[in-house]
């Protein structure tokens, strides 16, 4: 929005024209998603404390979560406001991946919302049933994977890319939308397994979401794609816009979830940023790379997923306790050092999937 109106005032004076690039846009966008967050933040805790949507721990879990019980949740839908209007404000709204980005990000919160309503609010422990929230998520991925398809404009963009080996791409034809929907679903509940420490999704989330916006500018920017040989994507350079107010959104969020928490994000705010992210790496080619750099997300999936079908089979559990972060919690480890050892990791391996932009 405000590039048009910088784009009007450089006839009056040239020194607007710099708000036409993306890199300058992103950095305001960060910027304004959190002062935002910092300003808005305390008035949605205030809200959300007065009107009692607070936590339910379970019993059966960590002893040392039970002071928890009460805490403002719902925080995500703070998330998803400020990405928002950062990207409103910063974006090139003539861009289709922006509208398809932020209409993934805004229909899966509406999702995780009624979630956390039915649960916090009208006190139904049960939420949401399984089956219709699987299906609604179904129906918004399935949805966004056909416009993807539909939109792409040259064969590569419908293909899978194989990081770390040059001009290595498969296509998948009609296959393009089961696999995209895969990802942004799968990548939805991965993130909200794994939020159920303080900070622990949210900050894996900021890092992940920050690295794909460097893939999204190599891959708008048709020199820059040349040279690192990615597939040249036009238009993909305005997620960097998206993913630098995801950033500061996340990382204003992070102030008040930080433990001890003052407030959750919530369904509302996991099932979104997943979802985005999953559309995000999808839109530039780098699903394989989301899947190693969001390496925390997949661990704790994964750990849901042996410790189920372990049970059902043997009627033994692997863990102490699924998803893998309780599982340390319950072996002894501090809250604190489980967040900051998941965060390290996390950190390592976005480092690995940032190499692939130079190793092919």
């Not at 498969?170 to 799968?186: D, E, H, K």
Request: hydrophobic residues 55%; proline residues 4%; contains cysteine.
């Amino acid at each position: 929005m405000l590039m048009y109106f910088a784009d009007y005032l450089k006839d009056l004076y040239s020194g607007f024209n710099v708000f036409t690039y993306i890199t300058l846009r992103a950095i305001l966008s960060a910027l304004t998603a959190l002062v935002i967050s910092f300003v808005v933040g305390p008035i949605m805790i205030r809200r959300l404390t007065d009107r009692q949507v607070g936590q339910t721990i379970r019993l059966d879990g960590p002893q040392s979560h039970l002071p928890k019980q009460g805490t403002p949740t719902m925080g995500g839908a703070l998330i998803i406001l400020v990405i928002t209007l950062s990207t409103l404000l910063w974006a090139d709204l003539a861009n289709r991946y922006v509208w398809i980005v932020l209409g993934v990000l805004l229909a899966f919160g509406v999702i995780g919302f009624i979630d956390d309503w039915k649960k916090l609010v009208l006190k139904d422990p049960n939420g949401m049933k399984a089956r219709t929230k699987f299906l609604s998520q179904s129906f918004v991925g399935g949805i966004a994977a056909v416009i993807l398809y539909l939109g792409a404009q040259e064969p590569y963009e419908t293909a899978l890319l194989i990081p770390y080996f040059k001009d290595m791409l498969i296509p998948l034809g009609g296959f393009y939308v089961v696999f995209s929907y895969l990802v942004i679903v799968g990548t939805s509940n991965a993130v909200n397994l794994t939020d159920g420490l303080d900070g622990l999704a949210i900050m894996p989330a900021v890092m992940v979401g920050g690295a794909l916006g460097i893939f999204a500018y190599a891959a708008g920017n048709i020199n820059f794609a040349a040279y690192l040989g990615l597939p040249y994507i036009f238009g993909a350079g305005e997620m960097m816009i998206f993913c630098a107010a995801l950033a500061g959104a996340g990382l204003g969020f992070l102030w008040f979830n930080t433990y001890p928490a003052q407030v959750f994000m919530g369904d509302v705010g996991a099932l979104a940023l997943g979802a985005a992210l999953g559309t995000v790496a999808i839109v530039v080619k780098q699903e394989i790379v989301l899947f190693i750099m969001g390496g925390v997300f997949v661990m704790e999936t994964v750990s849901v997923m042996m410790q189920v079908a372990s049970f059902k089979l043997t009627g033994k559990r692997i863990f102490r306790m699924a998803p893998l972060h309780h599982h340390y919690e319950l072996k002894g480890w501090a809250e604190p050092k489980v967040i900051v050892r998941f965060w390290i990791i996390t950190v390592i391996l976005v480092l690995v999937g940032l190499s692939s932009l130079k190793i092919r």
